[in-house]
C-alpha cells in the first residue's frame, strides 16, 4: 500500500507504510498486509486485540515522559515488538478517522525509519569529533578533571586514555592549563560565559619537547535542568600547524600586547582569586 497524506501529525511520505486501523479504545480493527510484512504478526492474530502490547517500554533511565512539543519531522520514532519479540523501530504517524455516523476511529501508518536516529546521529558526531578530528578537544567536569579527549589531536596523539582519564587538567598539561587558564575555565563553569580565542603557549603531553602555541576557546556544559556538568575546551594551532610561525606568533604577539575579552575576563577571573 503505497499511500501519502497530511494529518496533524505533519506529512507522512510517500513510501510503503503500514496501514492499522484502532477504534477508540486503541482495539485494532485493521491490519494491513504491510503491517504484516513490517512486524509479521498476522492479521487474525491482531485484529480485535489492542495495539499497547507491541509497544517497546523505555529503560529505566531512558526518557519516558509526555512529550511537551510535536517531533520536528511530523512523525514520532516509535520501537515495536516483531512476531518474534524483537525490537523494531519504526515511524508513526496518527490521525483520527471522524465519520458522519458511528464512532471514531484511528488510522495510524507505521514505516521503517528512515536516517539516523538523532540520538545516534549525535552520538556518531561525538565520537568523529573525539576520534577522527585533528583539532583539540577535551572534556573537562566541574572539578576540571579530564573525562573525554580528541585521541587524533597532535597534542595528545599516542596518550592513553587510561594514563590521563579522571586525572586533573593541570597534571596532564601543567604548562598549558597555567594558573590563568584554570581560573578562566573556573569562570566559565561559574558564570557560563565562553571564552574565545584565548592564545596560550605551552608544551602537550605527546609533545613535551616542542613548545606549541595554542588558541583556545571554552564552553560551560549543563544537563537539562541547566545545572554545569562540565567544561567543552577547543584548541587550535600548534608548533606543526602550517600556520604556527607567521599566523599564531602574530596573533599571540598582539593578544599579549593588546586587551581582548579574553584576556580582560583572565584579568578578571584572576583579581577574584580568594587571597593567600
Request: hydrophobic residues 35%.
Given at each position: 500500500?503505497?499511500?501519502?497524506?497530511?494529518?496533524?501529525?505533519?506529512?507522512?511520505p510517500a513510501t510503503?507504510?503500514a496501514r492499522v486501523?484502532?477504534?477508540?479504545?486503541?482495539?485494532?480493527?485493521?491490519?494491513?498486509?504491510?503491517?504484516?510484512?513490517?512486524?509479521?504478526?498476522?492479521?487474525?492474530?491482531?485484529?480485535?486485540?489492542?495495539?499497547?502490547?507491541?509497544?517497546?517500554?523505555?529503560?529505566?533511565?531512558?526518557?519516558?515522559?509526555?512529550p511537551q512539543a510535536?517531533?520536528?519531522?511530523?512523525?514520532?520514532?516509535?520501537?515495536?515488538?516483531?512476531?518474534?519479540?524483537?525490537?523494531?523501530?519504526?515511524?508513526?504517524?496518527?490521525?483520527?478517522?471522524?465519520?458522519?455516523?458511528?464512532?471514531?476511529?484511528?488510522?495510524?501508518?507505521?514505516?521503517?525509519?528512515?536516517?539516523?536516529?538523532?540520538?545516534?546521529?549525535?552520538?556518531?558526531?561525538?565520537?568523529?569529533?573525539?576520534?577522527?578530528?585533528?583539532?583539540?578537544?577535551?572534556?573537562?567536569?566541574?572539578?576540571?578533571?579530564?573525562?573525554?579527549?580528541?585521541?587524533?589531536?597532535?597534542?595528545?596523539?599516542?596518550?592513553?586514555?587510561?594514563?590521563?582519564?579522571?586525572?586533573?587538567?593541570?597534571?596532564?598539561?601543567?604548562?598549558?592549563?597555567?594558573?590563568?587558564?584554570?581560573?578562566?575555565?573556573?569562570?566559565?563553569?561559574?558564570?557560563?560565559?565562553?571564552?574565545?580565542?584565548?592564545?596560550?603557549?605551552?608544551?602537550?603531553?605527546?609533545?613535551?619537547?616542542?613548545?606549541?602555541?595554542?588558541?583556545?576557546?571554552?564552553?560551560?556544559?549543563?544537563?537539562?535542568?541547566?545545572?554545569?556538568?562540565?567544561?567543552?575546551?577547543?584548541?587550535?594551532?600548534?608548533?606543526?600547524?602550517?600556520?604556527?610561525?607567521?599566523?599564531?606568533?602574530?596573533?599571540?604577539?598582539?593578544?599579549?600586547?593588546?586587551?581582548?575579552?579574553?584576556?580582560?575576563?583572565?584579568?578578571?577571573?584572576?583579581?577574584?582569586?580568594?587571597?593567600?
Amino acid at each position: 500500500m503505497t499511500t501519502s497524506g497530511k494529518g496533524p501529525g505533519g506529512d507522512a511520505p510517500a513510501t510503503s507504510q503500514a496501514r492499522v486501523l484502532l477504534d477508540a479504545d486503541g482495539v485494532i480493527m485493521e491490519w494491513s498486509g504491510e503491517a504484516e510484512a513490517l512486524l509479521g504478526h498476522r492479521r487474525e492474530e491482531m485484529v480485535g486485540r489492542p495495539l499497547s502490547p507491541l509497544l517497546v517500554r523505555p529503560e529505566p533511565d531512558g526518557e519516558g515522559g509526555v512529550p511537551q512539543a510535536p517531533p520536528v519531522s511530523g512523525g514520532c520514532r516509535v520501537r515495536l515488538r516483531d512476531r518474534s519479540g524483537l525490537p523494531v523501530d519504526v515511524e508513526w504517524w496518527m490521525w483520527p478517522h471522524i465519520s458522519p455516523k458511528g464512532p471514531a476511529t484511528w488510522a495510524v501508518f507505521l514505516a521503517a525509519t528512515r536516517g539516523a536516529d538523532p540520538g545516534d546521529f549525535d552520538r556518531a558526531v561525538l565520537d568523529a569529533l573525539l576520534t577522527e578530528s585533528p583539532v583539540g578537544l577535551h572534556v573537562l567536569d566541574t572539578e576540571l578533571r579530564l573525562v573525554r579527549f580528541n585521541t587524533a589531536s597532535p597534542g595528545m596523539r599516542d596518550v592513553r586514555a587510561e594514563d590521563v582519564i579522571g586525572r586533573p587538567a593541570r597534571e596532564v598539561a601543567p604548562t598549558v592549563v597555567t594558573d590563568t587558564v584554570e581560573h578562566l575555565l573556573r569562570h566559565v563553569l561559574s558564570t557560563g560565559e565562553p571564552v574565545i580565542d584565548f592564545v596560550q603557549p605551552g608544551y602537550p603531553p605527546a609533545d613535551r619537547q616542542g613548545e606549541h602555541l595554542f588558541s583556545l576557546s571554552a564552553f560551560r556544559l549543563r544537563n537539562r535542568a541547566g545545572e554545569p556538568l562540565g567544561v567543552a575546551c577547543h584548541k587550535d594551532g600548534g608548533a606543526g600547524s602550517p600556520e604556527y610561525s607567521p599566523y599564531r606568533a602574530r596573533k599571540y604577539a598582539a593578544a599579549s600586547g593588546a586587551p581582548s575579552c579574553s584576556r580582560s575576563m583572565a584579568r578578571k577571573a584572576a583579581s577574584s582569586r580568594p587571597s593567600t
